[in-house]
């Protein structure tokens, strides 16, 4: 049974792609993961990983990010209704902190990033479920909307 991690998203240095090869190659065998994106650092990530990970990634060029982009990996967004994982850079603390703090890599390395993979794949389903869904409800489009208005009011008072 493959577990199909995921990454959708800009290859730059700013983004740090190279973490993912770094931390599946600190993952079972059985893991593998697609990279969907462009980007300055695709080709050397390329090289990268089939020198580390040899057909352990899958590579696809940037596609718009539907939901059934990421239903087809186990760790990517949630309002896809998979989990996800992360570092812990202050929007996902911000998202995941409460509910799904597990999900969170302890700090910004490849090692701790590979344990909060593992963390999210040993959480039993209905966990995942209800963490996923308390999350989300905290990023509910009116919610978001309804921030954004009172923004605007601050700014133009």
Known sequence: HTVRCGYVGRLSPEKRPELLVDTLTQLPQHYALQITGEG????TLQIDAAARAPGRVQWQD???ATPALYQAHHV????AGVPCVGVPIPPLREMLGSHMPYALAEDHSSSALAQAVLRVMST???VLQRDMTQVLAQYTPQRFASA???LIEQVTA
């Not at 300055?40 to 080709?43: A, D, G, P, T, V």
């Not at 990517?76 to 309002?79: E, F, G, I």
Request: charged share 10%; proline share 18%; aromatic share 12%.
């Open 40 to 43: 300055s650092l695709k080709s």
């Open 76 to 79: 990517t967004p949630l309002a």
């Open 148 to 150: 954004w208005a009172h």
């Open 62 to 64: 940037f596609q718009p």
């Open 124 to 126: 039993p389903t209905d």
